[in-house]
């Protein structure tokens, strides 16, 4: 038997999978909180792939054209080849993705 910690586990969501309510979780319970976590895990690691390697390069290079205009970053945008920039793009989109987590 696994008694509640509340260190880095959710306790409501290990709470939720004590079906018996004995503070005590046993191995089927232990087997629905380890599947709940898992899916909420994957949802959010999807998303933030799905963001960082589809949507931040596309909108990154939808967006070089509208940067070349502009007086004094253009320039330097002109003279990067797309992909660097979309890469660099990428990068600070992750960044904060990552800072703002």
């Known amino acids: 038997m696994l ?8 306790l409501k ?4 999978c004590d079906i ?3 503070g005590e979780i046993d191995r ?12 909420e895990t994957f949802n959010v690691v999807s998303q933030g792939l799905i963001i ?8 990154a290079i ?3 054209k509208a940067t070349e205009g502009v007086p ?3 320039k330097v945008v002109q003279k990067l ?3 660097i920039y979309a890469s660099l793009v990428t990068l600070a989109v992750v960044w904060v993705n990552s800072d703002s987590s």
Do not use: C
Not at 3 to 10: E, G
Not at 13 to 16: F, G, I
């Open 3 to 10: 008694r509640y910690r509340t260190n880095w586990i959710s």
């Open 13 to 16: 969501s290990w709470m939720d």
């Open 20 to 22: 018996n309510l004995d």
């Open 28 to 39: 089927d319970e232990f087997v629905k909180f380890i599947e709940q976590i898992t899916a």
């Open 52 to 59: 960082s390697l589809i949507v931040a390069p596309t909108v």
């Open 62 to 64: 939808a967006t070089k």
């Open 72 to 74: 004094g970053v253009g």
């Open 81 to 83: 080849p797309t992909s």
